[in-house]
């Protein structure tokens, strides 16, 4: 089967989008075609490559096995395309190009702030997007090209031998409350005692929660009820202020929360901390570019000197 000389990016961009609306409509609608036109070029490229891509019943569209494996490669494509437009636009006009970068949101703001404006100095018109999101999440836009590089926790051996992770920092948990809470003064805690309040907390997909929640029922038996959980940061010390809730974050992003503002206080709390390495991740299947070695080796450098 010669792919080269049989798809198009119209094919790919057809099958790209049908995995993901999983309805000929919606694809027609962001493809500004007609259904019918949809489903005849569908026809054409299961005709043109003899098989079946997508299963079609009165109540279910999605797409086979074949489907799904063409579907993933066809986004690779795709965002590999749309990045090699962006940073040939971007060379012409004397621009080094830009990088989109998956983040998880205990990563150190330090360390992020301190690599990319070192990165910027050596690429003064580099420009970097961060996305947010959940560890396994940012692994898939990685895998599917739409991240060139991932700042997680994650152990990524589980997603395939495609996937490199070099190491930057160890990570530990730390508690915090607002600095008027009753166990704001206390010297030494423990996770019983830590049982005996509210929580605001981040979704249980982040290690944090995990973390939160084996050191609650280990040490009290039981896990009291969330309050409050919500994955933005700028709630949970804003639900911390009251005076009422305990929350729990990475120690670097406590430390910088605790320095950056005086109603913010780390607990003494004794126990389970387990630490888990803080890496940078890339496909290991693409090259790096000369802005992702530079953006990489920086933050190699910002993490060995923050």
Same mark, same amino acid.
């Given at each position: 089967?010669?792919?080269?000389?049989?798809?198009?990016?119209?094919?790919?961009?057809?099958?790209? @989008?049908?995995?993901?609306?999983?309805?000929?409509?919606?694809?027609? /609608?962001?493809? &500004?075609?007609?259904?019918?036109? @949809?489903?005849?070029?569908?026809? #054409?490229? !299961? /005709?043109?490559?003899?098989?079946?891509?997508?299963?079609?019943?009165?109540?279910?569209?999605?797409?086979?096995?074949?489907?799904?494996?063409? =579907?993933?490669?066809?986004?690779?494509? %795709?965002?590999?395309?749309?990045? =090699?437009?962006? +940073?040939?636009?971007? $060379?012409?006009?004397?621009?080094?190009?830009?990088?989109?970068?998956?983040?998880?949101?205990?990563?150190?703001?330090?360390? %992020?702030?301190?690599?990319?404006?070192?990165?910027?100095?050596?690429?003064?018109?580099?420009?970097?997007?961060?996305?947010?999101?959940? =560890?396994?999440?940012? $692994?898939?836009?990685?895998?599917?090209?739409?991240?060139?590089?991932?700042?997680?926790?994650?152990?990524?051996?589980?997603?395939?031998?495609?996937?490199?992770?070099?190491?930057? &920092?160890?990570?530990?948990?730390?508690?915090?409350?607002?600095?008027?809470?009753?166990?704001?003064?206390?010297?030494?805690?423990?996770?019983? #005692?830590?049982?005996? &309040?509210?929580?605001?907390?981040?979704?249980?997909?982040? *290690? /944090?929660?995990?973390?939160? !929640?084996?050191?609650?029922?280990?040490?009290?038996?039981?896990?009291?009820?969330?309050?409050? !959980? /919500?994955?933005?940061?700028? &709630?949970?010390? #804003?639900?911390?202020? *009251?005076?009422?809730?305990?929350?729990?974050? *990475?120690?670097?992003?406590?430390?910088?929360? #605790?320095?950056?503002?005086?109603? $913010?206080?780390?607990?003494?709390?004794?126990?389970?901390? $387990?630490?888990?390495?803080?890496?940078?991740?890339? %496909?290991? *299947?693409?090259?790096?570019?000369?802005? +992702?070695?530079?953006?990489?080796?920086?933050?190699? =450098?910002?993490?060995?000197?923050?």
């Amino acid at each position: 089967m010669h792919f080269k000389q049989r798809l198009t990016m119209k094919h790919l961009r057809l099958i790209s @989008v049908l995995a993901q609306e999983l309805s000929i409509a919606r694809c027609a /609608t962001i493809l &500004y075609t007609s259904q019918s036109a @949809v489903s005849r070029a569908l026809a #054409e490229i !299961e /005709t043109l490559l003899g098989a079946k891509l997508f299963e079609r019943t009165t109540r279910q569209f999605r797409p086979t096995p074949l489907g799904q494996n063409l =579907a993933r490669h066809a986004e690779q494509v %795709l965002s590999q395309l749309d990045k =090699a437009e962006a +940073e040939f636009n971007a $060379i012409a006009s004397g621009d080094l190009g830009s990088l989109n970068v998956g983040i998880i949101g205990a990563f150190s703001p330090r360390i %992020l702030a301190k690599a990319t404006n070192q990165a910027q100095a050596i690429a003064p018109k580099l420009v970097v997007h961060f996305h947010s999101n959940f =560890a396994d999440a940012l $692994i898939v836009d990685l895998m599917r090209g739409r991240c060139d590089l991932v700042l997680t926790h994650l152990d990524v051996r589980q997603f395939g031998e495609d996937l490199i992770a070099e190491s930057l &920092y160890e990570e530990h948990i730390s508690v915090l409350s607002a600095a008027n809470h009753p166990l704001a003064r206390r010297k030494r805690l423990s996770w019983k #005692e830590l049982s005996n &309040y509210p929580w605001v907390v981040t979704p249980v997909q982040t *290690s /944090t929660r995990r973390t939160v !929640e084996r050191n609650l029922r280990i040490s009290a038996g039981q896990l009291n009820p969330v309050v409050v !959980e /919500t994955m933005e940061l700028h &709630y949970v010390i #804003e639900f911390l202020k *009251s005076g009422k809730y305990l929350t729990a974050m *990475s120690s670097r992003l406590a430390k910088w929360f #605790e320095q950056s503002t005086r109603d $913010i206080k780390i607990l003494p709390v004794s126990g389970d901390n $387990i630490s888990s390495t803080v890496c940078v991740a890339r %496909l290991a *299947s693409r090259k790096l570019s000369e802005l +992702e070695t530079v953006f990489i080796d920086n933050l190699k =450098a910002a993490a060995k000197s923050t």
